[in-house]
């Protein structure tokens, strides 16, 4: 006892090692092993214990996505009401309804007189596709079909394998 309390003095201090010597030392626990049936029995217990929340937690973090989702749609659908009701409001303003006529119709106000400038680098045929003799030449769809069969093919020769 006497080399037990020599090792002890080296490391530790004189008056705090007195406190350990006279408290009562504890049993040490023998340590438990578990069986491979134990071992199954709490593996299956975890995994039904985590089954049983994530069901909940993966419904509730869906309606969380759900729920963000929607108010970003909400927020889109407002930006585009405002829009919309700023359009009625430019349209209930007499002046913007006068200025859309005279643009976009040509209509103008009593009194006005239009006139209409022609620009010079336009050619003066340049806006007909069509002459008066191709509308006369025309023919009616049952004489376009009676001469699409009265007349034979020409011999194409595109049609006509060729031997190697």
């Known amino acids: 006892m ?15 090692s007195r406190a350990a010597d006279n408290q009562p030392r504890r049993p040490k626990r023998p340590k438990v092993r578990l069986s491979t049936a134990e071992i199954g029995v709490l593996v299956l217990v975890t995994i039904l214990v985590l089954v049983t929340i994530a069901v909940p ?6 309606g969380r996505s759900e729920i963000a989702r929607l108010n970003e ?3 889109a659908k ?4 405002d829009r919309l009701l700023g359009e009625i409001e430019k349209y209930e303003d007499e002046a913007y309804i006068r200025e859309q006529a005279r643009r976009r119709l040509g209509l103008i ?4 007189i239009p006139f209409r400038v022609i620009d010079p ?3 003066a045929d340049s806006s007909v596709t069509t ?3 191709e509308l006369a030449a025309e023919l009616s769809w049952y004489e376009m079909l009676w001469d699409s069969i009265a ?14």
């Open 78 to 81: 407002q930006i585009e009401k």
């Open 73 to 75: 749609s909400v927020a």
């Open 57 to 62: 937690l993966r419904n509730y973090f869906q």
């Open 2 to 16: 006497a080399s037990e309390s020599r090792s002890r003095s080296r490391h530790t201090v004189p008056v705090v």
């Open 131 to 133: 002459s008066a003799d």
């Open 151 to 164: 007349t034979p093919p020409a011999d194409d020769p595109g049609g006509v394998l060729m031997e190697e």
């Open 121 to 123: 680098g336009m050619e």
């Open 109 to 112: 106000e009593p009194g006005e």
